[in-house]
């Protein structure tokens, strides 16, 4: 008998509070026709109800992939746990499921996708959950937040802290699924998966052990479907044992606003003369000074906004493959993409399992991670995961907690300010006109990354912003360069509402990084 089936009939075996989990991350391996299906069920039956979602990275986006909001009727979903949301511009509406969180309408958490991973791992094994020191001393500890995104989750804890083994441990109990909706590019009659075309496999595996092992339902989409016995063994990832339902959707988007580009799934490779270059600017300079804090052999793991050039900084210096980059999503190698299609990589050495790319990640595996920042506070802490004025804008924490929880080093960077206009004229830095929102700040409204404990860690922090450059040093948020035409006092310490110090032998920032054309980087 075959498994393939029409969406509609796929999504007519899920039952009414059914927990079903998602392999997605934004537009990546969504699987949106399926989710659109199950909208348009319970558009038209007010079934199935009541159901609890759970998504390690966003499923969807606000370009063209609905994603979760297919099913963010009012009453469809009770629960949503999310390592990260579909988020976009303040001038746009929020998308469904935001307005569905902040009006209360369903019980909304926000937990560091590697966790999530972790939980259906363990769900997948029959185990009772997961002890783990990520997340301490930040919004996932319940102390503090407790992975709640609104008052309906906060009545209903989803963390707790135990002792074990005369240790601090944040407990998660482990998520057992009754349905994994998952995507691949191709599915044989068996339900046999592989993924070809795709930039990544994320938690494919691992969502479809955890449904099948606790008696659920596995729903493959995929673009096209082949005969029994014609795909190679070593391709398929996911093995049609678990698979009980395959979906044809032969126009599903490789990723966010992109139908297919074979680079991105690693059947090509595109010349590095292809990638575009940065502008000269001061964005470009504070991806050039994260760039000089490399050190060749490097892997180093990559963030969204000003990290995201280092890549092409490395291009243009003529250090391509100087260090290895490695993505929440999987990929190792190559150069990870901007914009929409961020979270892929083009030429990649290796696709890796999210959940494994996680455990890499926890353990503080690799020797760098490159992030962004929204606040940070006198502290040294970082708020990246929230906005309250416009919750939307932001995605939610994804894998950084997971990331920063034992990094060796960390370099966040970001404008020193919210709205300032500024540019680079004759080697310096002219401000014209000054934001009018401090993001220094005594303390951060949420805690994606907690200084006070990077500091009892002895975690290297680096802070790099377009007029100067800050460490942790003793646990201080620590002024040690500041770039050429520069006022210390007028443009840095009057413009940070949190108290900053100031290093004994504060140095000027390389006078290379303010002029255009290379720098003859050296690593």
């Avoid at 490695?326 to 890796?352: H, M, R, T, W, Y």
């Avoid at 040294?380 to 929880?405: E, K, M, Q």
């Amino acid at each position: 008998m075959t498994k393939v089936k029409t969406a509609a009939q796929a999504v007519s075996l899920i039952k009414n509070g059914a927990t079903i989990a998602v392999n997605s991350s934004s537009g990546l391996l969504c699987p949106d026709a399926v989710l659109e299906a199950l909208g348009q069920r319970f558009a038209a039956e007010g079934a199935p109800g009541q159901l609890t979602t759970i998504h390690p990275i966003c499923a969807g986006d606000m370009f063209g992939t609905k994603g979760v909001d297919h099913i963010a009727y009012p009453g469809m979903i009770r629960r949503i746990i999310g390592g990260s949301y579909p988020s976009g511009p303040t001038n746009a509406a929020p998308p469904l499921i935001w307005q569905r969180i902040l009006g209360e309408n369903l019980a909304a958490y926000n937990v560091p996708s590697g966790i999530i991973f972790d939980m259906l791992r363990e769900g997948a094994a029959c185990r009772p959950g997961v002890l783990t020191k990520v997340g301490i001393d930040t919004f996932a500890d319940p102390r503090l937040e407790g992975c709640a995104m609104n008052e309906t989750a906060r009545q209903q804890p989803i963390v707790k802290t135990m002792q074990f083994e005369g240790e601090e441990w944040l407990y998660f109990s482990a998520l057992k699924p009754d349905v994994a909706i998952i995507r691949a590019s191709t599915a044989d009659e068996k339900g046999n998966l592989t993924f070809e075309q795709e930039g990544a496999t994320l938690g494919a595996m691992e969502m479809a052990l955890a449904a099948h092992n606790n008696g659920g339902l596995v729903i493959a989409q995929v673009r096209r479907v082949a005969a029994q016995g014609t795909l190679k063994p070593h391709n398929v990832k996911v093995p049609g044992i678990l698979v009980d339902v395959v979906v044809e959707a032969p126009e599903q988007l490789q990723t966010t606003a992109t139908f297919y580009d074979p680079a991105i799934s690693g059947e090509i490779f595109r010349p590095l003369s292809s990638f575009e270059l940065p502008a000269f600017g001061p964005a470009k300079v504070m991806a050039r000074r994260v760039a000089q804090d490399l050190q060749k052999g490097w892997a180093v793991n990559i963030g969204f906004g000003i990290s995201a050039n280092v890549p092409r900084i490395l291009l243009e210096e003529g250090q391509h493959g100087a260090v290895t980059w490695v993505i929440e999503q999987g990929a190792v190698g190559g150069v990870p993409l901007l914009d929409f299609k961020f979270g892929c990589a083009s030429n990649a050495e290796a696709f890796v399992a999210s959940p494994h790319q996680f455990s890499y990640f926890q353990a503080g595996g690799f020797d760098c991670s490159l992030l962004s920042f929204l606040e940070i506070g006198q502290d040294g802490s970082v708020n990246v995961s929230r906005l309250a004025a416009t919750p939307h804008r932001t995605a939610g924490a994804g894998g950084f907690v997971d990331i920063t929880s034992r990094a060796k080093r960390i370099i966040f960077s970001g404008n020193f300010n919210a709205g300032a206009k500024m540019h680079i004229e004759n080697g310096q830095l002219v401000i014209d006109k000054e934001g009018k929102i401090a993001k220094i700040v005594p303390q951060v409204s949420q805690v994606s990354f907690s200084g006070r404990k990077a500091a009892q860690t002895g975690q290297d922090i680096t802070y790099v912003t377009e007029r100067c450059v800050m460490k942790l040093l003793d646990g201080k948020l620590t002024v040690t360069e500041i770039a050429p035409g520069i006022d210390l006092q007028r443009d840095i310490i009057a413009q940070a509402s949190g108290t900053l110090h100031v290093a004994p032998k504060l140095k000027t920032m390389d006078a290379a990084l303010f002029h255009d054309g290379p720098m003859s980087l050296k690593l």
